[in-house]
RNA sequence: GGUGAGGUGGCAGAGCGGCUAUGCGUUCGCCUGCAGAGCGAAUCUAUAGGGGUUCGAAUCCCUUCCUCACCUCCA
């Protein structure tokens, strides 16, 4: 087994993975405020795939993704909807799972929501004051940034720059502007009971607190978008390092951002393409292929151009699956063998250098391209079929793509129909057999006619075309 | 202004010192009752500009230009 290595943001290398024992992974999540856009998609299938990948080589995964349900445009919302914020909370929750089943995404082994680790955060709070690192103000408790002397080591900010940039809101009840707040006093709802007064928590300590939790002090990957590597991920580390006095994550993997024509996607900026939206027109197998085919760092450009591109390696891939499901007759192997064991090799090792995905990818195509070859060439047998569709399913298994799977019952119902219509066919009858073709495609099957015999698939509707 | 990541064929996107991926697209074939898909061939020998280093550079060094992200909430 080969060792994955992953680029480590914080010390800019390729590090290393453990192979021993259980990867522990903390995905920073969404803040459960409105629906989720195509970018949090992307990051979320990349650490999806990664886990699957894993789990694929026989490791153990745990796989923690939080809630932020705690927050200021959760309140927001629930004002303007005269809603409770765990309404608007719990409502989008529920969103984020019908679209990222649909997208299909291995749930985390623990969802943990902010507000179910209050005491977990007070606690952790009363340690950082205990120890100096956080003291009591006006209008909350205070991550004191000038203690941690580190402060900066993971975005490679300098504190004489970040205060030398002047988008740092003056707050006169703070110590120094960088420090940031981990409990903020509030009358309102949503609001708990804690030591220094009622209130709620600050955005950077829930993950602190629930990593710390779930996953201990010091575990393998920690992830999130680019965009949450400063203040986020910095502060956490600050928080987190401060209290354990150790290392924090060993590796920070950040994803890189999803844009559209050139720009990032956001919120703010209003340029968003929903979850929803998006897998409506165009399914999961499409979308977590674009999402794949760039390196997991580097932008994306959202297009729908290039989201059709992937329609089209989706119809080989399924194209080549069902050649080989429903190939028969005997014959030798040996090329075969020859090309699986290269597409593997390329696949496993694309994924091990740095999670090259467009690598691994590669690799899937071209094999799904000799497969198709061959399959033209009218030399698929059932042989080359046992040794090729465990592998491909593999493959299918690791990226999180779907393709239908057949029953006897189904195959038999269809390759009698098949039977009969190729009959028509013969002596010429065409209105019989273009009408069980139509009876046929009425149950989700497309047929290809060849030269001597008819391919059946399951194709996904995709829908965009329809 | 600071920090980081980049600029590769018509498009997307790997490679990161020699073997010049991969996919899409386009053109023409094969197949074919129709249909669709598939296959084959061709197209494209590309690496932002300019200097170096080297027997040899997309890959290393210098320099110029350009793009994006972060420095505020953000996946």
Redesign the pocket.
């Known amino acids: 087994m080969q060792i994955l290595r992953i680029f480590d943001t914080l010390t800019?290398k390729e590090k290393e993975i453990e192979v021993s024992g259980t990867i522990r992974m903390y995905v920073?999540?969404?803040?459960v405020y409105d629906e989720s856009h195509i970018?949090?998609a992307?990051?979320i299938i990349v650490f999806d795939t990664l886990r699957r990948f894993l789990e694929s080589q026989g490791r153990k995964v745990q796989f923690i993704q939080n809630f932020t349900d705690v927050d200021d445009?959760i309140i927001n919302r629930a004002k303007q909807e005269n809603a409770t914020a765990s309404d608007i909370s719990s409502k989008y929750i529920s969103h984020y799972f019908d679209d990222f089943d649909r997208l299909n995404i291995k749930r985390a082994d623990i969802h943990p929501k902010a507000t179910e680790h209050i005491n977990d955060m007070i606690n952790l709070i009363k340690d950082l004051i205990d120890k100096g690192y956080a003291y009591v103000s006006k209008n909350g408790v205070y991550f004191s940034v000038g203690k941690f002397k580190e402060y900066g080591k993971l975005?490679?900010?300098?504190i004489d720059?970040?205060l030398s940039?002047a988008?740092?809101e003056v707050d006169e009840t703070k110590n120094d502007p960088l420090d940031f707040a981990l409990w903020k006093f509030s009358d309102e709802e949503p609001k708990w009971p804690g030591p220094w007064g009622d209130g709620r928590p600050g955005?950077h300590i829930e993950c602190s607190a629930m990593s710390l939790k779930y996953l201990g002090e010091n575990f393998e990957i920690h992830g999130?978008?680019?965009?949450?590597?400063?203040?986020?991920h910095e502060n956490e580390i600050a928080q987190s390092e401060s209290h354990t006095g150790k290392q924090f994550a060993k590796i920070w993997m950040h994803?890189g951002?999803?844009?559209i024509n050139?720009?990032?996607?956001?919120?703010?900026l209003g340029n968003i393409k929903s979850v929803k939206y998006v897998l409506d027109h165009w399914g999961p197998n499409i979308i977590r292929l674009f999402c794949l085919?760039?390196?997991y760092?580097?932008?994306?450009?959202y297009s729908e151009?290039?989201l059709r591109?992937n329609i089209?390696?989706w119809?080989?891939v399924e194209?080549c699956y069902f050649e080989l499901i429903l190939a028969e007759g005997q014959g030798q192997t040996d090329e075969v063998q020859k090309i699986i064991s290269e597409t593997k090799k390329e696949f496993d090792e694309g994924l091990e250098?740095d999670f090259?995905t467009?690598?691994a990818l590669?690799a899937f195509?071209?094999l799904v391209?000799e497969i198709?070859?061959i399959?033209?060439?009218e030399m698929l047998t059932q042989s080359i079929s046992k040794i090729v569709v465990p592998e491909v399913e593999k493959i299918f298994e690791t990226l999180g793509l779907k393709i239908p799977k057949i029953s006897e019952d189904e195959k038999s119902t269809i390759t009698e129909l098949i039977r009969k219509r190729n009959m028509f066919?013969e002596q010429k009858q065409?209105q019989e057999?273009?009408k069980i073709?139509k009876q046929i495609s009425e149950i989700g099957i497309?047929?290809?006619?060849?030269?001597n015999r008819t391919l059946w698939m399951k194709q996904e509707k995709i829908g965009i075309e329809s």
């Open positions: 800019e920073c999540g969404v803040t970018g949090h992307r990051t445009k975005s490679k900010k300098k720059d970040l940039g988008r740092i955005w999130g978008g680019r965009d949450l590597i400063f203040p986020h994803v951002m999803m844009t050139g720009e990032k996607m956001s919120k703010s085919s760039g390196h760092s580097k932008p994306i450009d151009e290039l591109e089209a390696k119809r080989q194209n250098s090259n467009p690598m590669s195509f071209k391209k198709n070859r399959a033209a060439a066919r065409y057999a273009d073709r497309t047929l290809i006619d060849h030269k």
